[in-house]
């Protein structure tokens, strides 16, 4: 051993034989240590059994649990609170009070005072209760005692014994006894088991609602849940990879906060503006919107980037952690039976937007579109709108659902025309549906002056069937296709063109949208276009518009299953912040057997709809003799008055006819309309001379 080298331990002489060799230079001397005192050794092992992170997590998973259980508990109470009390309807009308909406704020306080009316009913009701409940008792035991005597006796003289008299009413007995005994036994355990059923409820649903401390959850949980703070916002912004930005600042002397407004409380998320240092474009900010998402501790969806009014600014709306995964609550249509539907003035209850503020469309005069992958609510989104106005006694329907699996059905006598299936045939009736909505609209356009027209919706669902159909017509004009021949292209351009001038609207609903099965020129015709989740930038540029996507509309990035319902609008009859060309809307889900009560609930505003369920072709008529019929023996009719007898001659089948339709059969017969007095007329010798002269095989035609 070195001389500086100091030993540890004091070594002690061998007071054994075997102690001695244990020292030889064979068998070196282990170095035992001291003995450490027993506490300081149980003092060391509580404190790594303690501070073991097994332990550290059993622990947070007790607290997180029990946590839940009163969160649970908490929130329960709350919604059996506000669900017998207006304390929701009182919140709600102090939100929009404080946000200066006096007008939401007017309509929450009705809708608390009707609730309270309603309540004070239910509670008068209940004073009568026991008195209605004890005379039915009474009455109901007497005719229960009675009916069982009243059957003994019939069994009695059946059976010829007088015993059998009381068999019903002891079989009765002997029942309510093993009642009684199934009861005694199970009461028990139910009792016991209650409690826990109990606290198993408040678990699950503070565990949905993650009602437990922060530091308590998981970590996958945790690290999205962090609040957005401006340093958050700026690290994140830095951390984008634009390196003009991260030099920007780097050498900013606030460290980047100047980059930012006020971050605000924004329904379930906050919202913030972010004006980008020279040398960074709003388009490179939007590219990286997943980075950035989670650079804030955010999925992908729970970011929306949009662009405000002032220049080189990106605004931020990023919800709490897994809001956007909670539903937003039943539709106004379902939860009040009194609400009515104004076509003119009136908005539709659509659902929800991002805020949490309601979202309301309104219809007057606007045709729309909806597209979007299959299965994501497309149908029950555009079909929300529809029961709403039905609402609306003036407003009539032609429906044509090219998938016909019953979508529409609750529309049956409601509607007046509802085709349903996805065929040719079917198709082709969609077709002819429109033309006639066409032939409609030229009727209305040539009605005299300050004509009232009430709203004539024609809804396609499915439309890409019919764009897509191959059959031709028997001039070879195809019904599908977006060309000038087709049938249904042409129709669906017409009543875009003009249509919304009479109230003649266009409403279509398609599926993952492309230039052949939904040409450019019939979607841009939409006044209202939203869509919801698509595959790719191309399609969502299709559905909503270069506009609104360059503008920050994105309804490819949804989440394709998860964001059902969820649709990104661009309309003029929706409310969308300032500088935005879109608006983000988590629709109302109404399903089909509360559809069916809604649409129950507008047939009784109507006084009775014959639906046709396919369009009737009609008879063969001879519209030519037909005109000289109701010309009469006048020397000569106003084409007005032509066209009124002819709708009452058979208004099935000139009930659409306008002086278009009367023009072409009149057309090279020399019987043609010409001016009187400056009023165009039908000669009735014109007539009898263009009758006489035509040949055997015109006597007859459909409609013109």
Partial sequence: MSNNVVPLFKEEPPTSATDAAATTPDAPALVIPGRVPWWARSRNAIAWAVTHERTRAVGRGAVRNGMYVLGGA?????????????????????????????????????????????????????????????????????????????????????????????????????????IVVIVTVVWGPAMAVGPLLALAGFWAVGRKRQAAPNWTLPAADRSGGDPITPSIVVKAMHDLGIAP???????????????????????????????????????????????????????EHEVFITIPPAPRTVRLWIADSGALDEPI???????????????????????QDLRGDAA?????????????????????????????????????????????????????????????????????????????GVAEMERRLQSPEGTDFPPLILIV???????????????????GGSKATSRYFMAARKIHNQGRAVNVLLWQGTQDPTDQNLPKLVREGAHTRASLALGSES??????????????????????????????????????????????????????????????RAKALRDGVDTARTLDRGEQRDPLADIATVV???????????????????????????????????????????????????????????????????????PA
């Fill in 329 to 351: 609550g039943r539709s106004p249509l379902v939860t009040d039976e009194t609400l009515r539907a104004d076509y003119i003035k009136g908005r539709a209850p659509w659902g």
């Fill in 461 to 479: 669902d499915e439309a890409q069937q019919a764009f897509m159909c191959p059959v031709k017509d028997e001039a070879k004009n195809p019904y």
């Fill in 632 to 702: 009469g023996t006048a020397t000569r009719v106003l084409t007005q008055d032509v066209l009124k007898r002819l709708n009452t001659l058979d208004s099935g089948f000139y009930n659409t006819w306008t002086f278009l339709n009367l023009k072409r059969v009149l057309e090279g017969t020399g019987a043609e309309p010409y001016k009187s007095d400056g009023r165009m007329v039908i000669a009735r010798e014109r007539l009898a001379r263009a009758l006489a002269n035509r040949s055997p095989e015109d006597s007859a035609s459909g």
């Fill in 539 to 600: 399609q969502s540029r299709m559905a909503l518009g270069d506009k609104a996507v360059d503008g920050g509309a994105a309804p490819h990035l949804l989440r394709q299953g998860l964001d059902k319902g969820t649709l990104v609008v661009s309309s003029a009859g929706i409310d969308i912040p300032a500088g935005q060309s879109s608006i983000t809307v988590r629709t109302h889900y109404i399903d089909t057997d509360e559809a069916t009560v809604i649409a129950d």
């Fill in 74 to 178: 908490r929130i329960t109470t709350r919604r059996a609170w506000e669900s017998r009390t207006p304390a929701r309807y009182e919140r709600l009308a102090r939100a929009a009070e404080v946000a200066g909406d006096y007008e939401a704020a007017m309509k929450w306080d009705e809708q608390g005072q009707r609730f309270r009316a309603m309540r004070h009913k239910r509670r008068m009701d209940l004073l009568h209760a026991p008195e209605a409940l004890a005379r039915g008792l009474l009455v109901g035991t007497g005719a229960t005692f009675g009916g069982l005597l009243l059957l003994g006796i019939i069994l009695a003289i059946g059976t010829k014994h007088v015993a059998d008299v009381v068999a019903p009413l002891m079989l009765a007995i002997e029942t309510i006894k093993w």
């Fill in 245 to 299: 930005m991260r030099t920007a600042i780097k050498e900013m002397g606030d460290a980047g906060a100047a980059m930012l407004s006020l971050i605000k409380i924004a329904g379930c998320g906050v919202e913030v503006d972010v004006t980008l240092p020279s040398g960074v474009t709003t388009t490179e900010v939007q590219n990286r919107r997943r980075k950035l998402a989670e650079n804030l501790g955010r999925h």
């Fill in 360 to 436: 309301l469309l309104g219809l007057f005069q606007l045709h729309l579109l909806i597209t979007g992958l299959s299965n994501q609510g497309k149908t029950a989104a555009l079909r929300a709108l529809a029961l709403w106005l039905a609402m609306d006694p003036r407003a009539e329907f032609w429906i044509a659902d090219l998938k016909g699996v019953g979508d529409w059905r609750m529309f049956l006598n409601l509607a007046a025309v509802l085709i349903e299936g996805p065929t040719d045939e079917h198709c082709i009736e969609a077709t002819e549906m429109l033309e006639r």
